[in-house]
C-alpha cells in the first residue's frame, strides 16, 4: 500500500533544513519551510518553495511548539513532515499528532521511538536479544537526600558498593546531577569504593548541591562506533556501515569518519547483525542509529538508539554513495526495500568536521555576529552541509553548528589530506568560530594514525592555543585593505569615494575591458 | 588617496599601521622600514597582494568594531584600540570590573552590591543555547555595584558587575 504525497514540510532550520529541502527538490516535491521571527531571512527560508513563520525567536516557542508546527502544515496545506534532526525529530508525541493529522510523518513509527527512545526501554530490549549492553546502575536518581552528609549515609552507601559489585571493575562513580568530568571517579578495586564514593559524593554536592552518583562499568580505551541502519514497513532492515564518532568534547562531536579506523572486520558484522536485529525487533521504519562503545580487545557494548537521520549522516553517505535523506522521504510513501543489503557497497573512506559558532579559546563558548565572509572549500571528494551564507547574523537561540564540511577519498590517508586542505581553504569573517581546533585536530598525529580513542581530545587538546605568530606586514597590509574597503575608500562601485585609490580589476592586463571601463560598475548599489 | 595611521590590538597586544595607497600600489612602513605591494581587488572581500613574484591571496573584512583577516588558514582579528572611557577615573569602570563572557541570558545570580567575596567566588551564572558559564570574582574584593538581574538578556562584553579589588597588603 503506497501512498504518495507533494508537499513537504520541514520542521527544522539552519544546515539539514538546507539538506533536506534539497533532497526534496530532487524528487521534485514542493517544500515548505517554518521559521522563527530571528530566521526570516535565514537560508532554509530563502531556499524553499514556501515558508510561514511559526512564532518568536525562542525555539520552545517555535521550533518545539508542536501546535504551531501543526498549524503551518495546515495553512500550507503539507502533505507530509520531516523532522530533521533534534528539535521535535525524536518526539513520540509529534509524530502522533502528525499522523492523527492525517500528514505522512518522515520517519519511525511512534511506537518504535517510544520503545527505543527510552534508554533503558532499548538496553533492556538490546539484553533480551543477547546484544552486551554497558552495565551500570542509577538507582541512586530515586534518592531524595542529596545532601553531602546523607542522614541514611551507611545504608545509602551500602546499597551502592552491593550495585557497584554487580556491575563489575574498573568502574565510574559520576555524579547523577553531573558534568564536566565533576564529582566523576575511577575505581578499578573494590577496595578503593568506599572512599572513592565518599569523594565522589563531597564533590558532587560542592558543584552541584547533588551528591546521588550513579554506577558505570568503564570501558577503555572506548570508541564511539555507530551503526547506520534503515528499514521499510515491510520488515526489510538493511544497514550502511559505520561511523567512529569517538572526536567529542562534552559529549558533543566535533569530527566523524566513515568507516571506523578502529574497528576488525568481523566485529563490523556482529555489530551491524546487532543493531538489525534490534531495530528490527521493534518495528522500526526510515532511518536510525544504534551507538555503541567499542573497546580494543573487539568487546563492544550497546548504548542508545537514535530514531531519527544524524548530523553526521553523509559521511555514510559518502561512503555508499547513497542519499539517505531521499531514502526516508521514498521509504515514506511506503516504498519496498526487498533488494535489500546486497544493493549497498561501500568506497573509500569519509571524513567530517563540524564547524561551530564557538571560541575554543574560551572554553568553547559561543560566539554570535554577522557573517561578513563565508567561502566554503571546493573541488574534488569536497561536500559542505550549511545553513548560513554572507551577510546573515548567527545569533544565540539555536545549536551553534554552521557549516560541515565533508571529504571523502579513496583511502582514510588521502581523505585526511583532503581535509586538511578542505579547512586550509575554509573561509569565515566575522565571527569566532572553532576552525583552528579543527585544524589542529586533522593536523594531530595521532588522528592522522587513526587512533582516536573517546578521550582523544581530553588526551591530547585538553589545553591547546592557536599559537598564532603576531600578524605580519602580509596580515597588516590586508587589514588596512579591509578598512579602506569598509570606509568607501577603494573602487569598488560603493561609497561616495567611488574610482578614488585607483581603478581595481581582477585582471591587470591594461588592454582588459575592465580598465577600459572606468569607473563603470554594473550592479552595485551605492552606500 | 587613502592613508592610515593608527594602532589596533590584536591579542592583547598593540601593532601600528601606517599605509598609504596610490593606484594600485600600496604602500607601507613597518618597524621604519619601507613595504610595498602591488594590489589587485578581488570579489568583495578578497584581495591578491603581489610582492615582486610572490602572490598572496588573503580574505579580509571589516565592520566598526573588528577587522577580520585570514591569510594562509589562519585567522587574525584586530580591534581598534579603545580610546579612554568616557566617564573614566572616580566612578568609572576600574581593572576587575565584570563583563559578560558571552551573549546570553543571566540565570542566576549569587551576590548583592555590597557584598565582600573571594577570588573566584561565584557571581551570577550565564546561560546560552543550553550551556551554562558561571562568571567568578576576578580576585578578593568586594562587589561595588551588581549592574544585571536574574532573566535580564546581557550582551558579549556587557558590564555586569563593578567590581574593587581589595587593596594589595603592605608588604609585597
Sequence with gaps: MSREFHRLLIANRGEIAVRLIRA????????????????????????????????????????????????????????????????????????????????IWVGPPPEAMRLLGDKLGAKALAAKLGIPTVSGDDSERDRMDRSAEPLDAKKADAALITKAKGVGFPLLLK????????????????????????????????????????????????????????????????????????????????????????????VREVMADAAVTLVRAAGYRSAGTCEFLLDESGRFYFLEVNTRLQVEHPVTEMVTGMDLARMQMVEATGKDLSRGQSVVEWRG??????LYAEDPERGFLPSSGPVLMFKAPEGPGVRVDSGIMAGWHVGVHYDPILAKIIVHDYSRERAVARMQRALAETVLLGLTTNLPFLQAVVRHPEFMAGRTPIDFLDTHLANWHAHESPPGTDVLALAAMAEWERLGMIGNGRGPAAGVGGQYSADDDPSSPWRQLGAFRLGQKGR | MPKLDRSWLWDGTSHHIQAELSGDHLYMELDGKPVEFSVVKGPIGSFFLRQGDRILTGYAAATAEAIWVQLDGRTYVFEPEKPPRAGSGPGGPTGGDVLSPMTGTVRKVFAESGQAVAAGAPLLVVEAMKMEYTVTAPGEGRVAEL??????????????????????????
Excluded: W
Excluded at chain 1, 89 to 96: D, G, P, T, V
Excluded at chain 1, 349 to 354: D, K, L, P, T
Design chain 1, 349 to 354: 573512506h569519509a571524513i567530517e568536521c563540524r
Design chain 1, 175 to 266: 555524579a547523577v546531577a553531573g558534568g564536566g568530568g565533576k564529582g566523576m571517579r575511577r575505581v578499578d578495586h573494590e577496595k578503593d569504593l568506599p572512599e572513592a564514593i565518599r569523594s565522589a559524593r563531597r564533590e558532587g554536592h560542592a558543584a552541584f548541591g547533588d551528591s546521588r552518583l550513579l554506577v558505570e562499568r568503564f570501558v577503555s580505551p572506548a570508541h564511539h562506533v555507530e551503526i547506520q541502519v534503515f528499514a521499510d514497513a515491510h520488515g526489510h532492515v538493511i544497514h550502511l556501515g559505520e561511523r567512529e564518532c569517538s572526536i567529542q568534547r562534552r559529549h558533543q562531536k566535533i569530527v566523524e569518519e566513515s568507516p571506523s579506523p578502529t574497528i576488525e572486520p568481523a
Design chain 1, 24 to 103: 526534496a527538490r530532487e524528487l521534485g516535491l514542493e517544500t515548505i519551510a517554518v521559521h522563527s521571527d530571528a530566521d526570516r531571512a535565514a537560508l532554509h527560508v530563502l531556499e524553499a518553495d514556501r515558508a510561514i513563520g511559526i512564532g518568536p525567536a525562542p525555539a520552545a516557542e517555535s521550533y518545539l511548539s508542536i501546535p504551531a508546527v501543526l498549524e503551518a502544515a495546515r495553512a500550507s496545506g503539507a502533505e507530509a513532515i520531516h523532522p530533521g534532526y533534534g528539535f521535535l525529530s525524536e518526539n513520540a508525541e509529534f509524530a502522533q499528532a502528525v499522523i492523527d493529522a492525517g500528514l
Design chain 2, 147 to 172: 549592574l544585571c538581574s536574574v532573566g535580564q538578556p546581557v550582551d558579549l562584553g556587557q558590564l555586569l558587575v563593578r567590581f574593587e579589588a581589595a587593596p594589595a597588603t603592605a608588604d609585597q
